[in-house]
């Protein structure tokens, strides 16, 4: 047992000595929008769920194939469509942000070649703290709606 025990030991001083905690999103969900041929740029969307006791900043992010990938909040502002590029997405404690259409998106600029649909798009996200978590995001149309959303009434979690 004695050999055991030393094993187990070694194990956590390994685990201790890892960096406190690297950030981390669960993220459900992610799509890019399907652009009509020749778009430039196209949207990514997504929720991202912090189960963490501290709050996580996305700062920025990358995706192979585009030239630039931002963080983006669409708003309306006197009836006209407006787009503003945010620095950071901040996910608090214990809380989801949700990136939908209409709100904050991740935009993906000057596309190499137009993604087709059911394309997966690895899509990493770069943290404050320096760390960074791929996505894979898969191309479909905007109207297409994921299925069970259509008709499930009552069973919205929030």
């Known amino acids: 047992m004695k050999r055991l025990s030393a094993l187990i030991l070694a194990t956590l001083a390994f685990v201790a000595t890892l960096p406190a905690v690297a950030a981390e999103l669960d993220v459900r969900d992610p799509w890019v929008v399907l652009s009509p041929p020749g778009a430039y740029a196209t949207a990514a969307f997504m929720e991202w769920r912090n189960g963490d006791d501290q709050p996580v900043h996305v700062v920025g992010a990358d995706a192979p194939g585009f030239e630039t990938v931002e963080l983006h909040r669409s708003f309306n502002e006197d009836g006209m469509h407006r787009m503003v590029r945010q620095d950071r997405i901040t996910v608090p404690a214990g809380e ?9 998106h991740i935009m993906l600029i000057g596309a ?3 993604p087709a649909e059911g394309d997966r798009i690895a899509i990493e996200l770069e943290f404050e ?6 996505v894979e995001a898969v191309v479909r149309p905007r109207a297409a709606q994921p299925a069970g959303h259509s008709h499930d009434h009552g069973h919205h979690h929030h």
């Not at 989801?96 to 904050?104: I, M």
């Not at 703290?129 to 791929?134: A, L, P, V, W």
């Open 96 to 104: 989801a942000v949700t990136l939908a259409p209409g709100g904050l």
């Open 112 to 114: 190499e070649r137009a």
């Open 129 to 134: 703290d320096g760390s960074t978590q791929t």
